[in-house]
């Protein structure tokens, strides 16, 4: 035990015991036989990334996790690491260039790639830096990078797997394009949303006719490669077409009239302009049409956009080198001109974008590699339907079921540089070449020669794989994978995956697919076979985190310039105070409002223990220097001399403890720091530490005091314990002061605190509790009425509950110290004395005579006076909310603040002319 500081300075304790678990080794895991194990691997962020408050609410819900099993004796395995975030990080260093004038093409892509290497090394490692500062205690010895060696064999590993097993191909499909990333990307990194938009009615001349085919339209640029008009084989409208050709407007092609039942006839005419090569349900009906159709009669596919989506040769001289917006107002124009277009109706789209940079994406046909996603769907959703996996809230296990049972194979190519590259080769040799040498050569290492013709002439692919296409291995891979290891068979599955229900399909749905198709082959710990899926799957646990919204409810992001860097908010308030606010105020599966000033919430909590502390350890230290200490904080419990808050305080205690493992247990860590916030807040430091206050300056003897004290000082130690994940600086800090510690001790490795139910009383909690609103009911009335604090008063108890009133006589000491009372007596016939308050409590009232205590006429002229006020200010509340005006066009917030103040200002109106009522 030793002198503990007037304040607590976060900043001195975040840096001194961090060090200090780091060169301990605190935060390392091995395997130990044996011994229960416990394994989170992190979401990898990407080495562009930087902390944001939604990596502060993740990452603090790991750490709780795992320290309160590490607490708890298991072998806590956090696997830490980042991911090359393949667009992202290209994007970044091509910027970097661009600022010197140059493009990736000038340097080649060798050397691009060697600039991307050494940008990572400069810079990739700063959200891990900035993790530290938030306290997480993983095992960073084992960092990984999806980029490393490793990991880079995993994933041509699987690559190869899957491509011997059929379920990796490569395919001409519609794909979604970015125009701006020159790239491909899935369909789970569309985002979509409702724009308004115009919906365009297009004449085309029916070959030998005088009437015309009108076509409905939302895309009029792409006409230009239309290769078909369709009609629905049942609408009996256009039977009679069916078959015939139309002239293509602009373009003067001749394109037939086909029947697909796909076509609804209530959207727009029932008429529809097929464009195979840049509209994926266009694209289904040329391939439906083409497969009972002569070679000679085929439908075209015609793309007419270029990578950055400017039109091709393939379209007329005319509209040749545009952007597809520039594109479509010149063929708008053209049409109108040419009496073609009838009209153009107001119309909401669904319109996906790149989900990084915005753009709009382009349908596009394309050569790439995809997977046969539905082999692997099947047995990923048996894990969850069965219960292997649990989602927390479970809520999202029916979203997963959805996107599993309508899953579609996964475009897993880029075209990219950064990022691992396909592992497939092919043959560009002699023209005496066989046929075979058209099929790709798939393979980890660069093959000498083409395996059918022997030629050395080969080439690589050009493209890069998904960057998901690494993450979707992250569970096993970071631990050796596909090498069958010790660390692997101990630590796979793992237990708890904490992430954002955004990349449930990006990320878990993969993550489950990839496990049970490959870990059946890495037998388990004790050398038995993985068989069953719940041996293969990556977790057990899902916990889905809550999107952090600023106070208005937007989501945060740096255009709207409200989203803080929490390296900013740990600066002013702490880790601690960032991490407790972020957890207190975050329900499982609901948004949080979050604002700075929220995080006095954890500021003010941890400046309370400490102030409890300190309080304990400064008597402790006076009662030393007479009378010898008995034991440390870790101690058992004394049970002698108990009182009523002592037995009620260890009943808390123990009941909290039960309840927050339970909350733990449950997933629920919002509803566990409540109950920590609520014990030590309110019962250890408002009650208690305030009624043991009494005895310790009382007249008991120095040997019940230390009694007291030591007993205080345990409850205090087995608290902070308790709080020790959620909140680890503080804690540790003060639980190294309780008592002298052995070298290497830490409160990270100390137990766990475990309830004992013997302590356990709820009649006594129940008993705390009446005394607890009584002396809360005669605080308020004196509050209220503004009798000075030094001032002493007397009760008169009016009871009809006898057991009532001897709990108030017996515990009289408690009313004495905590609501300055020097008199408790019984009324005589139960009459009101005239100047006199009252409380009405269970069982009874109290009287509290006021006569000499407070000027009456005085406090009545207060209250008169601030009742007149708070009347002026209901009544221009009230006026401002009759006001249409106002409440239809001030911001909600600032609407809904008014009403509050209306509230509060009613019941503070109650309350006053309650007060002068009384008086």
């Not at 950055?308 to 708008?332: C, F, I, M």
């Not at 940079?357 to 539905?374: A, G, H, N, R």
């Not at 229900?501 to 076979?529: L, N």
């Not at 599966?589 to 309080?615: H, M, P, T």
Request: proline letters at 5%; hydrophobic letters at 35%.
């Amino acid at each position: 035990m030793s002198e503990i500081p007037k304040a607590f300075n976060p900043h001195e304790a975040e840096s001194k015991w961090y060090s200090y678990w780091e060169d301990n080794g605190f935060f390392r895991a091995s395997v130990k036989a044996g011994k229960k194990h416990y394994t989170i691997v992190i979401p990898p962020p990407n080495i562009t990334g930087i902390l944001t408050m939604g990596h502060v609410l993740n990452n603090t819900l790991q750490d709780v996790f795992i320290r309160w099993k590490r607490m708890e004796g298991y072998e806590t395995l956090w696997m830490p690491g980042t991911d090359h975030a393949g667009i992202a990080t290209q994007n970044v260093v091509e910027k970097s260039l661009a600022k010197e004038g140059k493009t990736r093409h000038d340097l080649g892509r060798e050397k691009f790639i060697e600039k991307v290497w050494q940008w990572r090394e400069q810079y990739g490692h700063t959200i891990i830096k900035q993790l530290k500062k938030l306290g997480t205690s993983c095992d960073w010895n084992r960092e990984r990078f999806t980029m490393d060696e490793g990991l880079s064999e995993a994933v041509q590993e699987i690559f190869i797997r899957l491509y011997k097993k059929g379920l990796i191909y490569r395919g001409k499909y519609i794909i979604n394009w970015c125009p701006k990333d020159h790239t491909a990307i899935s369909d789970d990194e569309v985002n979509f949303a409702e724009q308004s938009g115009s919906l365009w009615y297009i004449k085309y001349p029916i070959i030998g006719s005088n009437d015309y085919a009108t076509v409905a339209t939302t895309r009029p640029e792409t006409m230009l490669g239309d290769t078909a008009v369709a009609v629905n084989p049942n609408d009996k409208r256009f039977q009679h077409l069916i078959g015939k050709k139309v002239l293509l407007p602009l373009s003067d092609r001749e394109i037939p009239i086909i029947a697909d039942e796909i076509v609804d006839p209530e959207f727009g005419t029932g008429m529809v302009k097929v464009t195979p090569a840049h509209d994926p349900n266009d694209y289904w009906i040329a391939q439906r049409y083409n497969e009972h159709t002569n070679a000679s009669d085929q439908m075209p596919f015609i793309n007419i956009f270029d990578i950055s989506a400017r039109t091709n040769d393939n379209v007329p001289q005319k509209y040749r080198g545009l952007d597809r917006y520039e594109a479509r107002k010149l063929v708008v124009k053209d049409l109108d001109s040419s009496g073609l277009l009838i009209k153009v109706d107001v119309y909401t789209n669904n319109i996906g974008r790149c989900y990084r940079c915005d753009t709009v994406i382009e349908p596009y046909l394309s050569d790439q590699w995809f997977v046969k996603m539905k082999p692997l769907a099947q047995p990923a959703l048996q894990a969850v339907t069965e219960g292997y996996i649990h989602f927390h809230p479970d809520r999202w296990t029916k979203t997963y079921e959805h996107w599993m049972n309508n899953i579609r194979d996964w475009c897993i190519s880029r075209q990219l540089w950064w990022g691992h590259r396909i592992p497939v080769w092919y043959c560009v040799g002699d023209a005496e070449c066989k046929l075979e040498c058209k099929e790709p050569i798939v393979s980890k290492s660069a093959p000498d020669k083409c395996p059918h013709c022997g030629s050395t002439n080969l080439r690589q692919d050009e493209d890069v794989l998904d960057t998901w296409f690494s993450s979707w291995l992250w569970p096993f891979s970071t631990l050796g994978w596909p090498n069958d290891n010790k660390e692997l068979r101990y630590f796979y599955p793992t237990d708890t995956l904490v992430t954002a229900p955004d990349i449930i399909f990006f990320w878990v749905a993969r993550m489950v697919m990839a496990g049970i198709e490959v870990m059946g082959e890495i037998p388990q710990v004790d050398g038995t076979p993985r068989l069953s899926i719940e041996q293969k799957i990556p977790f057990k646990d899902v916990y889905f985190t809550s999107l952090i919204r600023d106070m208005q409810g937007r989501k945060m992001s740096k255009s709207l310039g409200n989203s803080p860097d929490p390296l900013d908010v740990i600066s002013e308030f702490g880790a601690d105070a960032l991490r407790f606010t972020v957890l207190y105020l975050a329900p499982l599966g609901q948004d949080v409002l979050y604002s700075n000033e929220k995080c006095e919430i954890g500021r003010n909590f941890a400046n309370k223990i400490w102030n409890a502390g300190r309080f304990l350890l400064m008597n402790k230290s006076q009662l030393a220097e007479n009378f010898s200490p008995t034991a440390d904080s870790s101690q058992k419990i004394s049970d002698l001399h108990l009182d009523l808050a002592d037995r009620w305080i260890l009943s808390r205690l123990n009941s909290t403890i039960s309840e927050l493992t339970s909350a733990l247990n449950s997933f629920d860590i919002n509803i566990a720091t409540k109950m920590l916030y609520d014990f030590l807040w309110h019962d250890f430091c408002d009650w208690y530490v305030e009624m043991i206050k009494g005895r310790l300056y009382g007249t008991e003897s120095d040997e019940i005091k230390s009694i007291i004290l030591d007993r205080a000082i345990s409850i205090f130690d087995e608290a902070l314990r308790s709080l020790h994940p959620f909140m680890p600086f503080v804690t540790e800090e003060l639980w190294q002061h309780l008592s002298k510690r052995p070298d290497g001790s830490s409160i990270m490795v100390s137990p766990f605190p475990k309830s004992d139910q013997n302590w356990i009383d709820k009649n006594t909690e129940l008993e705390m509790q009446y005394v607890q609103n009584a002396i809360n009911s005669i605080r308020n009335i004196r509050g209220e009425l503004t009798v000075p604090p030094s001032k002493e008063i007397s009760l008169i108890l009016k009871f009809t509950d006898k057991t009532k009133e001897d709990i108030i006589k017996r515990y009289q000491k408690y009313f004495q110290r905590l609501a300055r009372v020097n008199n408790i007596t019984s009324s005589p016939d139960g009459t009101k004395p005239n100047q006199a308050a009252s409380a009405v409590v269970a069982g009874g009232e109290i009287f509290i005579p006021l006569e000499g205590i407070i000027d009456t006429t005085v406090e009545k002229e207060r209250i008169e006076k601030e009742l007149k006020h708070i009347e002026t200010m209901i009544q221009g509340i009230e006026n401002k909310l009759s006001n249409d005006n106002f409440v239809s066009r001030a911001p909600k917030d600032v609407v809904e603040k008014e009403r509050m103040k209306l509230t509060n200002f009613k019941e503070s109106y109650a309350k006053l002319k309650n007060n002068l009522n009384q008086l």
